[in-house]
């Protein structure tokens, strides 16, 4: 997640409801033209759908757990727990954690750990944050090499 992404967020939890869909518009404009191509994420922004899609998953994770609980014979109220709990753990704490691995690759990776290229920042490698956010720990190379993930380090396809 960029500090651009960061900024739209807070825009949005700060803006009044009509005004935020031209405020992903303008910043998507200038940082991610290729989104606006695809008519199916504009349409997202525009009606903003995609507050029913988030409080839908969260009405999902709630309705799994309870549902669960209730058909393995557990009364109401361990229903109520065990939906709360999926909810908590499989939505809040889940966002707040890869928040962290995502922020912690901007900051650990340039502070701890190794660097197989010589690169005009302080950008590092770090094993431990590569494994805890998918692969973006390798931050040395990324910064060497400023290409897709789909090619080769070395140059090839």
């Known amino acids: 997640m960029t500090l651009e992404m960061l900024t739209l967020a807070a825009a949005r939890l700060k803006a009044p409801a009509g005004t935020q869909p031209s405020r992903c518009l303008s910043v998507c404009t200038r940082y991610a033209k290729d989104i606006l191509r695809d008519s199916f994420y504009v349409r997202l922004e525009r009606k903003q759908v995609w507050i029913s899609i988030v409080l839908g998953s969260?009405?999902?994770?709630?309705a799994a757990g309870f549902i669960?609980?209730?058909l393995i014979g557990g009364s109401v109220v361990d229903a109520l727990q065990f939906g709360l709990s999926l909810l908590i753990w499989g939505v809040f704490v889940r966002t707040v954690l890869i928040w962290h691995s995502t922020w912690a690759v901007n900051s650990v990776a340039h502070v701890w750990g190794y660097r197989n290229y010589d690169t005009t920042?302080?950008?590092?490698?770090?094993v431990i944050v590569a494994l805890l956010s998918n692969g973006e720990g390798w931050h040395n190379n990324h910064h060497a090499f400023p290409v897709p993930r789909n090619t080769d380090i070395a140059g090839g396809n």
């Open 58 to 62: 969260w009405a999902a994770f709630f």
């Open 68 to 70: 669960i609980e209730l």
């Open 121 to 126: 920042e302080s950008s590092r490698n770090n």
